[in-house]
């Protein structure tokens, strides 16, 4: 049985840090994604990473503030947020994709964790 469970989230001032955590069990996936989602918005994709590889990709509005990683003897994958804003406030979830490739659409993943929420607030 997959499971997906993510950890760390909470209440950060902005510009602060916080990493979140996926502990992935069950299953051997290609990519590994982090997605956010906020209140009457679709599910938006942050960041994904290739097991094997390490290779990386990032949406526009993290790259350079965020980093994805992974940790293979573990099945953990990691997201550390540095320079948060207000708007990075939202719950987010850890998937994972038998696919090699990194693809943003929510709908491609597999499986899904049960949501950590962020919040970015003074």
């Known amino acids: 049985q997959v499971q997906l469970v993510e950890s760390g989230g909470g209440l950060v001032q902005p510009g602060g840090s916080l990493r979140l955590s996926c502990a992935a069990s069950?299953?051997?996936?290609?990519?590994m994604g982090w997605f956010r989602q906020t209140p009457g918005k679709e599910r938006e994709f942050v960041a994904g990473i290739n097991w094997r590889s390490g290779s990386t990709y990032y949406a526009d509005s993290v790259k350079g503030r965020f980093t994805i990683s992974r940790d293979n003897a573990k099945n953990m994958v990691y997201l550390q947020m540095n320079s948060l804003k207000p708007e990075d406030t939202a719950v987010y979830y850890c998937?994972?994709?038998?696919?090699?490739?990194?693809?943003?659409?929510?709908?491609?993943?597999?499986?899904w964790g049960q949501g950590t929420q962020v919040t970015v607030s003074s």
């Open positions: 998937a994972a994709d038998r696919s090699l490739g990194i693809r943003t659409n929510p709908a491609a993943y597999d499986y």
């Open positions: 069950g299953s051997i996936f290609n990519t």
